[in-house]
């Protein structure tokens, strides 16, 4: 497919890349930043400008990845009739889009996603669309850059699938970066830890997490639990997060 | 070298299978539960005791996986005269195999173990003896069953590793618990979230994780946090963690 860049941040490069190495082609980046969008451009041979004015209308399908403020000043002037236009943004209503196009939707990329690391995830698509036609669309771009199926998710199941994203990605991320510096502050090397948390992970695959709790918490091994609040004196930030969440797992076991 | 292991839970069963599989020879499991004691003997084609008058007095290392409470009462008439002997406990000194040899210590797993998974992950070893025979023998031990490095620690450095083990593993998986029992009850495939979760572990290999944060605490974006705190109303225990955890990356970004 033919496809239009809207943004330049984050989500918009990462999915410019999965499209382009899908064997997409990007006709254009179009971004308030033109700096990035002209680094954009010369990473995917196409050009770009900060100018909607100059929007290409020849494109198949156009990708708005951009902040959710700036999703609501973008549609008041942009007009695509007939063509497929989608935001990425998880917590937005596709009605945003009505009328910038007869076809519009959503396209909610459920990943982690930051353009300055250039691996590429799998990046599992959420799409909604308001008809047929942006729906088959979305469907089939959405297969062209995923392993995974995508899969039909409105307003609601979105918001749902973000809590879920926030607790699984973010809150378990901070929690990496929480031992981190207790590592680093003690002179333990954080790296040591990651088998365990490969092996945590590893049986997500195959067993419930709520199957295979281990540690002091669910043993209720109050003898551990009070020595490493104690060790943790100097740490009272990570001491006050320890008591909370060995509190949650003895309340929820 | 011959073992024997003295137990047989989710420690004593694991390092028995890896010792096995790195061409060890385990000659005896003794244990109190003579069932378990059975069937781990079957597995490695040797024989087991629930009687510790029996213990075989050849082996080359001896290594006790016991729980903390079972280890002090079990060092009491065990006499193994110029062996080497290993506790696996994390949090318990190795003096208390003082009296047990001359060549005692300690052989530390830093992972999560349970013996109903089958699949064997890495286990890296923290190792301390009380002189140098101990060392190299526990040393070699690690060296042949894991890929990583095995590292010297002694009891307070092992109470931190344990410390960090509980963050980056019992927590984590407790966030897995509570987001898979939340999408159970929304009507979600929580496995829809493994690319995310696996995304945010393979960032760790090449990235800090306090350089990585993204979601909606960091951003400060207080819209979409009341957004999701308003949805969790029926989910009261998730909820006060949503709450909890978002003011900790607050606080520390």
């Known amino acids: 497919m033919d496809i239009v860049i809207i943004g330049s941040g984050n989500v918009a490069s990462v999915l410019g890349r999965k499209f382009s190495a899908a064997g997409h082609k990007i006709v254009q980046v179009i971004s308030r930043n033109a700096a990035a ?18 929007i290409n209308k ?17 549609v008041h002037d942009l007009k695509l009739p007939g063509k497929v236009v989608a935001h990425t943004a998880g917590s ?26 250039k691996r590429l995830p799998d990046v599992p698509i959420f799409f909604e669309g308001n008809d047929d036609i942006t729906n088959s669309a979305l469907k089939k771009l959405a297969q062209s850059i995923s392993v995974k199926q995508p899969v039909f998710a409105g307003s609601e199941d979105r918001m ?13 991320n901070h929690l990496y970066s929480l031992a981190e510096q207790y590592c680093k502050k003690e002179g333990i ?9 490969e092996e945590t992970i590893e049986r997500l695959k195959t067993n419930s997490p709520s199957d295979t709790l281990t540690g002091p918490a669910v043993r209720n091994d109050q003898q551990t639990i009070q020595n490493h609040l104690d060790l943790l004196k100097d740490h009272p930030h990570l001491q006050k997060v320890y008591q909370l969440l060995t509190e949650s797992i003895q309340q929820t076991k």
């Open 58 to 74: 020849n494109a198949d399908v156009y990708i708005i990845a951009v902040s959710d403020n700036a999703l609501k000043e973008i």
């Open 189 to 197: 090397d954080f790296h040591r830890l990651l088998p365990l948390i």
């Open 37 to 54: 969008a002209t680094e954009l451009a010369y990473e995917w041979d196409t050009e770009s400008s900060n100018y909607f004015s100059v």
């Open 160 to 172: 749902k699938l973000h809590i879920a994203a926030v607790i699984v990605g973010n809150f378990t």
């Open 92 to 117: 937005v209503s596709k009605e945003v889009l009505r009328k910038v196009s007869d076809h519009y939707g959503v396209f909610y990329p459920l990943q982690s996603i930051r353009k300055d690391i």
